[in-house]
């Protein structure tokens, strides 16, 4: 099983949206609404931000949305704030190995 | 709170064996399923395996299937990884995660214990 497909990097200004993909296949994204997104600071633990698609876990601000189309879902960050340079991380239900992590996206609040 | 604890890591060379424990506190654990997923350095996430709550059903990817175990000890709310035949390319932080009753994705995570294999 192939990580999924992300950006290496996404880079926006403060106040501004940005947008991680997250392709995978008819097996795992295309398959399941068990799309979930990691939020990971250097030398932390990742920390889940988005799961099911889209529903937030209680605290997470509500400028981070997710969604899916087909076999590539997304996360969108609004209002881009400097505490949300980090490295972000899809992860997918799969048929064949259970869960598979993207390749990761490291985002620049420039 | 929740509260997940790695220990065991270490330095061990090509071939050896180590096993890790994550000690859970905060919640029933046994109402969850766990799983441990690596992290190379500068690498991304991947996924090793997960146990179910009461330990009977288990799921390991590919690239771990034969030289690593899972288990737990709901007694002492704690979860292992038996890794044997250690190579080069199972250097990583390792990290305990807890799988959200609800769902398939991982909601607490442990802060990772660094092992590395090497001559």
């Known amino acids: 099983q192939s990580a999924l497909t992300q950006p290496a990097s996404v880079s926006g200004s403060p106040g501004q949206s940005i947008t991680i993909s997250c392709t995978g296949s008819?097996?795992?994204?295309?398959?399941?609404?068990?799309v979930s997104w990691y939020q990971q600071r250097p030398g932390k633990a990742p920390k889940l931000m988005i799961y099911?698609?889209?529903h937030r876990p209680s605290g997470v601000s509500n400028r981070f949305s997710g969604s899916k189309s087909g076999n590539t879902a997304s996360l969108t960050i609004s209002g881009l704030q400097t505490e949300d340079e980090a490295d972000y991380f899809c992860?997918?239900?799969?048929?064949?190995?259970?869960?598979?992590f993207g390749t990761g996206t490291k985002v620049t609040v420039l | 709170q929740v509260q997940l604890v790695e220990s065991g890591g270490g330095l061990v060379k090509p071939g050896g064996s180590l096993r890790l424990s994550c000690a859970a506190s905060?919640?029933?654990?046994?109402?969850?399923?766990m799983s441990w997923i690596r992290q190379a350095p500068g690498k991304g996430l991947e996924w090793l395996v997960y146990?179910?709550?009461?330990?009977?059903?288990?799921h390991y990817a590919d690239s771990v299937k034969g030289r690593f175990s899972v288990s737990r000890d709901n007694a002492k709310n704690s979860l292992y990884l038996e890794m044997n035949s250690l190579r080069a390319e199972d250097t990583a932080v390792y990290f305990c995660a807890r799988q959200d009753s609800r769902g398939e994705h991982f909601d607490n995570w442990g802060q990772g214990t660094l092992v590395t294999v090497s001559s």
């Open positions: 099911d698609v889209s």
């Open positions: 905060g919640f029933s654990f046994r109402d969850n399923y």
């Open positions: 008819s097996s795992d994204v295309g398959a399941y609404n068990y």
């Open positions: 146990v179910s709550g009461t330990g009977s059903y288990t």
């Open positions: 992860c997918s239900y799969t048929r064949t190995t259970a869960h598979v």
